[in-house]
């Protein structure tokens, strides 16, 4: 059905039930707004997207209210924009205006509103509350920066299904926090990072750590310490969105020039490490599948360390199903200080290794104590996100879009196709198949011949099942925590049966990871996606067990797949450290005591 709505002088015939936000952004009126999340966070918070109607004494939100025939609204008349302002202003006056210092400076959504409506100074006495914080947690909120619009709350609920934010307090003293009075390192937060791409100012952010590597303390300037840093799969779909390149430009050969030029003596690839991850999990998943025994459960990845938090603390009776495989970040961090220390001649702990990753929970994997194995303290000394690393590069002044491509270091740098897909959903039970055919079968699969796991349809998850040379693989694909918890209810009460899951915290992966950058109401994780599929096809060498460099660290280093060395270099033990259980665990999960 089409009706005919007045928007400020102009009649126009838009579809019916839509709301008067939609309306508008269809016929070229977009409006302000700060709390708005479509299907998610539609509550009208911040009254900031506010319009006159014809007939309606008050001034209505547009963004939970829908047009009806021969409706007539004004979205710029001089009520409606005094009316922001004054929202506006009574947002600006509990909130922490040092614009310069904070991580969102020109990428503020709060910011970009007041610009907008010339607001230059706040008309009401300025309330600010005091910030605290564990500033040691990678996830930092800075209750100064709260505008109260909610979208953590939701994201969080809706989208994850953890509840970890809520409204504390009440009057003029509400605000966001920890749900259930507890502290943040109490709680079953897995660092996913949602809730901070979706915080449209700077009250969530991430933990930054860049000041450890430059130019502030010794990493970098040391001439006695050798600096190695390695970047991620989904780091090269989304880095040159924070430097205005097109991506076409942005291509990994110009990341690992630039990086170079930041001073950092190695440039590996993670896609390295993701190539080495898929040949301990397919050897480990073909293990399982041939030792003769009835599993209940599917073998989960376990390469994403926000999913392994949700499963410690919402199904601690499943973790022995997770693959013992450390990710790709742990496993190059472990031959960077060993393998590679021992190819350079240099002491391990004359080595600060650097990773570049999409995420905010790789912050907390690397003080997990029992993924440090190399023998000289911390594995990996720091972990970066995509923009802290954007920020590292704009300091540089560098002439990204002119930079000759240039390849990663070597040996840890050469990677196959099958390791860039890592970055997005299904990518790690793709190129895991790819290998696990050809350990089963002895020939190589048509590396294509996975795709259909990638069909995620309107279901929370996606399944498609296999023949390994005689041995039936029922596989399924999920990204999300929410989709991932309605997944394992469903495996729990036996109505579906998998042998071989893979999950990924972030909705569409780690190209949707809480540390890439941050563009206010796109959800981009799709279109990222997309190029990385693209760089797998366009790679040389698509199956992981292909690699030469996997090969000869094989060859020269771990003996093969699964060895001893190999389970104590490239293996972890999921018990080996604690997560706070949730508070609503489901009814039939059996919980251990601590001993």
């Known amino acids: 059905m089409v009706m005919r709505v007045t928007i400020n002088g102009f009649v126009y015939h838009i579809p019916s039930d839509i709301t008067i936000m939609e309306a508008c952004e269809r016929t070229g009126w977009p409006l302000p707004h700060l709390c708005f999340l479509k299907d998610i966070n539609e509550i009208g918070a911040c009254r900031v997207c506010v319009v006159e109607v014809e007939g309606e004494e008050r001034l209505i939100t547009a963004c939970n209210n829908k047009v009806y025939p021969g409706m007539v609204i004004y979205t710029n008349s001089p009520r409606v924009q005094e009316a922001r302002r004054i929202n506006l202003q009574l947002i600006l006056s509990q909130h922490d205006s040092h614009c310069t210092t904070c991580s969102r400076n020109g990428n503020c959504a709060l910011q970009r509103a007041c610009f907008d409506l010339g607001i230059e100074e706040s008309l009401y006495k300025k309330e600010v509350p005091e910030n605290r914080w564990p500033q040691k947690f990678p996830l930092i909120r800075e209750e100064s920066k709260c505008i109260k619009c909610l979208r953590c709350v939701q994201i969080c609920d809706k989208v994850q ?29 897995t660092v996913c990072g949602q809730c901070v791409t979706h915080c449209p100012t700077g009250a969530l952010h991430g933990r930054q750590d860049r000041k450890r590597v430059y130019p502030w303390e010794k990493a970098i300037n040391n001439p006695e310490t050798v600096t190695v840093v390695q970047v991620a799969p989904a780091v090269r779909a989304a880095w040159g969105e924070g430097l205005n390149l097109s991506r076409e430009r942005a291509t990994p050969g110009r990341l690992a020039a630039a ?13 390295f490490g993701a190539d080495l991850t898929v040949m301990e999990e397919a050897s480990e998943f073909l293990k399982r599948m041939t030792d003769g025994k009835k599993h209940r459960y599917p073998m989960f990845t376990s390469c994403c360390p926000g999913w392994v938090r949700f499963m410690k603390s919402q199904y601690p009776d ?15 961090a472990t031959m960077t200080k060993t393998y590679f220390a021992e190819k350079i001649g240099v002491p391990a702990d004359k080595i600060f290794s650097i990773s570049i990753m999409p995420c905010l929970a790789k912050k907390a994997e690397i003080e997990i104590p029992s993924l440090n194995d190399a023998g000289a303290g911390k594995d990996l000394d720091v972990s970066l996100t995509t923009r802290e690393m954007i920020a590292m590069i704009r300091a540089q002044n560098l002439d990204v879009d002119n930079l000759p491509e240039e390849p990663f270091d070597s040996p840890l740098g050469v990677s196959t196709g099958a390791g860039v897909i890592f970055g997005t959903t299904g990518g790690v039970m793709e190129a895991a198949l790819r290998t696990g055919y050809y350990l089963a079968a002895g020939e190589n699969p048509n590396p294509d011949a996975f795709k259909t ?37 469903a495996l729990r009460r036996g109505e579906v049966h998998y042998d071989f899951v893979e999950v990924m915290a972030c909705p569409g992966g780690c190209v949707g990871g809480g540390g890439q950058p941050i563009h206010d109401g796109e959800e981009l994780a799709a279109l990222r996606g997309r190029r990385l599929h693209n760089l797998d096809r366009m790679a040389n060498i698509r199956f992981s067990h292909e690699n030469p460099e996997i090969q000869r660290l094989y060859r020269d280093f771990l003996g093969e797949p699964l060895s001893e060395k190999a389970e104590r270099y490239l293996h972890t033990d999921h018990h080996q450290w604690q997560m706070p259980l949730s508070p609503h665990l489901d009814e039939d999960v059996e919980v251990e005591p601590e001993t």
Not at 259 to 271: E, K
Not at 321 to 326: A, N, Y
Not at 456 to 485: C, K, M, Q
């Open 318 to 332: 499943m973790v022995d199903e997770l693959s013992t495989s450390k990710s790709p970040q742990g496993m190059q």
């Open 259 to 271: 990086l170079r030029r930041c001073g950092f003596n190695f440039v590996f690839d993670t896609n």
């Open 161 to 189: 299904s953890l509840g970890v934010w809520d409204l504390v307090r009440s009057g003029g003293r509400t605000t966001v926090s920890v749900s259930g009075g507890r502290h943040i390192e109490n709680a079953d937060c």
């Open 453 to 489: 796991v990638l069909n995620t349809g309107t279901h929370p998850w996606s399944e498609a099942a296999y023949d390994f040379a005689g041995i039936p693989v029922r596989t399924a694909v999920v990204s999300g925590l929410a989709n991932t918890r309605k997944l394992i209810r």
